[in-house]
């Protein structure tokens, strides 16, 4: 590494969303872990934080479209240049391509300069050739033939083939080109209000106080939209009084659909940190049981301090496998079994979750899945409810992981849930869907991540 010593203390943005980059495209980081890092050793503003995100996620996102482009303007691959360059290159393009309000002279200067620190001076003339050279002839810029081919879709959306293959196999074209566009936005931030201790009137006007701007969301009575925020979330006033829990709409309807009632017993199979039993219990007036379970010790612990956060007392963490589970253990009123997936639908949240994912992962998941959900039926008492749940929207993980259930479950059906959700906007095929007891919400229609949800009722004991 070339002139360490002269770097400035992570005060400039594009130098710590370059060193993300880096990571992750060089060391196999993920994303999200190592940009958290950055951002918690910066001295930066507001602004410029939301700059290292940007530029760090967007080229993260883009690397596949970023490398077929750089590759017409090289004389050589991409992938032989020094590393530093490389990603360098790739967040300059970035911004000449995807950052509007980014002047060209800044991209190319800014990319120089990093070279220069991070490279070494001996590649400036080739990354400022590059760069120039782009910045004038981008309309001369062609991507894959034709232009409704596989190869066409990955490259322009920075998709692995093998997806764009899979998603064009189960929707048509219009959808899965939606869900494509949808997958490179930025993904927005939604609050739900804790109705436990606030309405979603006087949450917005307390964000307001704390300088965050927000709109009431028109998909869900709980959610409003953030807008605009001066400060960091985790530190406003609203946030430290536990008035709100991050969680995207779509996420949130799981809860609706599952209806707790103030009372009840519910177990929570794959809690997570907690998003969905802490709202169960918000629904339920903190009054019942909330058994939440996960395998990973760390997820139980915030799943614990987001309850004391938010005010609830009757969820109860449990680090275990819930494949070890019995009904000797717990018969509850109510089963959620948010299922661990291959995340097709929430793609835009991790900028690097496209190129971890394999067509095998897909196959190991629906064998654990169909595990699972064997576990959680045996844990809905008879008159219960069971609500499956996934952050996919590949059917062979739900509604090929259901049908093989209800085949060999014939104490349970499949429940209309419309009702539950009528507040939601949706179209007249997926409110069909929805009363015949599975849903799949695709990414970007409604402008929510995407989700499936099935509902099923235990009409006898065995």
Same mark, same amino acid.
Not at 47 to 69: C, P, S
Not at 202 to 214: C, P, Y
Not at 429 to 438: F, K, L, N, P, T
């Given at each position: 590494?070339?002139?360490?010593?002269?770097?400035?203390?992570?005060?400039?943005?594009?130098?710590?969303?370059?060193?993300?980059?880096?990571?992750?495209?060089?060391?196999?980081?993920?994303?999200?872990?190592?940009?958290?890092?950055?951002?918690?050793?910066?001295?930066?503003?507001?602004?410029?934080?939301?700059?290292?995100?940007?530029?760090?996620?967007?080229?993260?996102?883009?690397?596949?479209?970023?490398?077929?482009?750089?590759?017409?303007?090289?004389?050589?691959?991409?992938?032989?240049?020094?590393?530093?360059?490389?990603?360098?290159?790739?967040?300059?393009?970035?911004?000449?391509?995807?950052?509007?309000?980014?002047?060209?002279?800044?991209?190319?200067?800014?990319?120089?300069?990093?070279?220069?620190?991070?490279?070494?001076?001996?590649?400036?003339?080739?990354?400022?050739?590059?760069?120039?050279?782009?910045?004038?002839?981008?309309?001369?810029?062609?991507?894959?033939?034709?232009?409704?081919?596989?190869?066409?879709?990955?490259?322009?959306?920075?998709?692995?083939?093998?997806?764009?293959?899979?998603?064009?196999?189960?929707?048509?074209?219009?959808?899965?080109?939606?869900?494509?566009?949808?997958?490179?936005?930025?993904?927005?931030?939604?609050?739900?209000?804790?109705?436990?201790?606030?309405?979603?009137?006087?949450?917005?006007?307390?964000?307001?106080?704390?300088?965050?701007?927000?709109?009431?969301?028109?998909?869900?009575?709980?959610?409003?939209?953030?807008?605009?925020?001066?400060?960091?979330?985790?530190?406003?006033?609203?946030? +430290?009084?536990?008035?709100?829990?991050?969680?995207?709409?779509?996420? !949130? &309807?799981?809860?609706?659909?599952?209806?707790? /009632? #103030? %009372?009840?017993?519910?177990?929570?199979?794959?809690?997570?940190?907690?998003?969905?039993?802490?709202?169960?219990?918000?629904?339920?007036?903190?009054?019942?049981?909330?058994?939440?379970?996960?395998?990973?010790?760390?997820?139980?612990?915030?799943?614990?301090?987001?309850?004391?956060?938010?005010?609830?007392?009757?969820?109860?963490?449990?680090?275990?496998?819930?494949?070890?589970?019995?009904?000797?253990?717990?018969?509850?009123?109510?089963?959620?079994?948010?299922?661990?997936?291959?995340?097709?639908?929430?793609?835009?949240?991790?900028?690097?979750?496209?190129?971890?994912?394999?067509? +095998?992962?897909?196959?190991?998941?629906?064998?654990?899945?169909?595990? !699972? &959900?064997?576990?959680?039926?045996?844990?809905? /008492? #008879? %008159?219960?409810?069971?609500?499956?749940?996934?952050?996919?929207?590949?059917?062979?993980?739900?509604?090929?992981?259901?049908?093989?259930?209800?085949?060999?479950?014939?104490?349970?059906?499949?429940?209309?849930?419309?009702?539950?959700?009528?507040?939601?906007?949706?179209?007249?095929?997926?409110?069909?869907?929805?009363?015949?007891?599975?849903?799949?919400?695709?990414?970007?229609?409604?402008?929510?991540?995407?989700?499936?949800?099935?509902?099923?009722?235990?009409?006898?004991?065995?």
């Amino acid at each position: 590494m070339h002139n360490q010593k002269s770097e400035p203390p992570l005060a400039d943005p594009r130098l710590a969303a370059l060193q993300v980059i880096y990571q992750v495209a060089e060391k196999g980081a993920y994303a999200n872990l190592i940009l958290d890092r950055a951002l918690q050793k910066t001295v930066l503003s507001t602004q410029d934080r939301h700059l290292v995100t940007e530029l760090a996620n967007g080229t993260i996102r883009m690397f596949k479209h970023l490398d077929w482009v750089l590759n017409l303007f090289l004389n050589r691959s991409i992938s032989d240049l020094n590393p530093w360059l490389r990603n360098i290159l790739r967040m300059s393009v970035y911004q000449l391509l995807f950052m509007d309000g980014v002047p060209d002279y800044a991209a190319i200067n800014s990319g120089v300069n990093l070279t220069r620190i991070k490279a070494g001076p001996g590649l400036t003339g080739l990354a400022n050739g590059v760069l120039r050279n782009l910045s004038r002839h981008r309309d001369a810029i062609r991507y894959p033939e034709p232009s409704d081919s596989i190869a066409y879709y990955a490259v322009y959306y920075s998709q692995p083939e093998w997806l764009v293959e899979k998603l064009l196999a189960n929707y048509d074209v219009q959808p899965v080109l939606e869900m494509l566009r949808y997958f490179n936005q930025r993904p927005g931030v939604v609050l739900r209000t804790n109705t436990f201790k606030t309405d979603r009137i006087q949450l917005m006007a307390r964000l307001a106080e704390d300088g965050i701007t927000v709109q009431p969301s028109p998909r869900s009575p709980w959610a409003v939209v953030v807008e605009k925020m001066e400060t960091n979330l985790a530190q406003s006033g609203a946030y +430290q009084q536990g008035l709100f829990y991050v969680q995207n709409e779509s996420s !949130m &309807l799981t809860v609706p659909i599952l209806a707790p /009632r #103030p %009372g009840e017993s519910i177990l929570d199979l794959c809690c997570g940190v907690g998003g969905k039993s802490t709202f169960i219990a918000e629904v339920m007036q903190d009054c019942g049981q909330v058994r939440a379970y996960d395998i990973h010790k760390n997820k139980v612990g915030l799943l614990k301090s987001n309850c004391a956060r938010l005010g609830l007392s009757i969820v109860t963490g449990h680090q275990q496998d819930i494949l070890a589970l019995t009904p000797a253990d717990h018969m509850a009123d109510g089963v959620l079994l948010d299922a661990p997936c291959s995340g097709l639908g929430v793609l835009s949240r991790r900028s690097d979750s496209r190129w971890h994912k394999n067509p +095998q992962d897909l196959e190991q998941l629906q064998a654990l899945q169909a595990q !699972m &959900l064997e576990i959680a039926g045996h844990l809905v /008492r #008879p %008159g219960g409810r069971l609500v499956y749940s996934t952050c996919t929207i590949n059917p062979a993980e739900n509604q090929g992981v259901v049908q093989d259930f209800l085949q060999r479950h014939p104490e349970f059906i499949l429940e209309n849930f419309g009702a539950d959700i009528g507040f939601f906007p949706l179209s007249s095929q997926d409110r069909h869907d929805a009363s015949q007891g599975m849903l799949t919400i695709l990414p970007g229609h409604y402008g929510t991540d995407g989700m499936f949800y099935a509902k099923l009722r235990r009409i006898k004991s065995t």
